[in-house]
């Protein structure tokens, strides 16, 4: 990481470690987007990371930008950044203006799980081979949530795109993949840190639970699921700046698979106080398995992978793993 990205990462932490609370959480469950800690947000450039200098952006890379995103997500952070960061960076590479306030991505023509999208000043929809801008007025929202309880809302189009560009939606959806690899490694990591930090501090017959060989065994397996989940995020974060295909594929799969296996963990050891509300680990885990499925789940992805692989054939397998 170099030092104009680790200055960055270093902002996120301090910025999301002040803004986001578990108060403002549950206020944003119930409804209420958190609009100062957004405006935070936009203030350090956090949404226009990928987008050059000239177009008022930090001028990253992908593999520089996206793990600003672990760091959001290690914090619950509650606030379209993933998704703002991936239609500003379609948008400037289709040749289109990005225009101020939060402009969210959707896939299809009608989408019916747009994040955030009853907050957002404008809504990019990427279908087929074509990107449509559209404003409030153009749409109509019907409102919903993933598990997490952040907004996941339907479109219903109402009126016309106010722009038009060129990209492919599977240039999208491929972006989205790779920033939810990131996410997921990210509450994995943090996950992981408050399992650890609390089997060292539960007492079960005079010592702590962390002390049982049982319990060292799970908390081993976890922190290899959130050690294969980073490294799987930087193999996504690598592989956005093309948006290779097959690296992506593989990242997403992996992360997910990460995700099941240590949230299960975490509970386990948890035990019941996991599951209540106010727990951090609830808060974890619902993101873990949202994200898991969304832009695709380990199935979508791995079927991917193994058509393109029995594509390719006996002879050029290695030749497709070795360019990817």
Known sequence: M?????????????????HITPALR?????????????????????????????AGGAGLSPAQALPLLRVAAAHAAPLPLAEAMAAAWLLH?????VPDGIVTLGLGPEPERVPWGRDAAFVLLADGPRLALHAPGSYQVIPGRNLAGEPRDALRLTGPAIARGDAPAEAALRLIAAMRTQQIAGALAALTEATLRYAQERSQFGRPIGRFQAVQQSLAVLAAEAAAAGAA?????????TL?????????????????IGAAIAHQIHGAIGFTQEHRLHTLTRRLWSWREEAGSERFWNLRLGTRMAE???EGLWPLLAAA
């Open 312 to 314: 390719a054939g006996a």
């Open 93 to 97: 590479r289709a040749g289109m203006e």
């Open 26 to 54: 549950r206020e944003a469950e119930a409804g209420t987007f958190p609009a100062a800690a957004w405006d935070a947000v936009v203030e350090a450039g956090l949404p226009r990371a990928l987008l050059p200098e000239a």
């Open 244 to 260: 290779a295909p097959l690296p992506i594929a593989a990242a997403k799969s992996r992360a997910g698979e990460a995700a099941g």
């Open 233 to 241: 995020a930087g193999l996504a974060a690598e592989a956005a700046g």
């Open 2 to 18: 170099d030092e104009l990205a680790a200055l960055l990462t270093d902002t996120a932490e301090r910025l999301f470690a002040r």
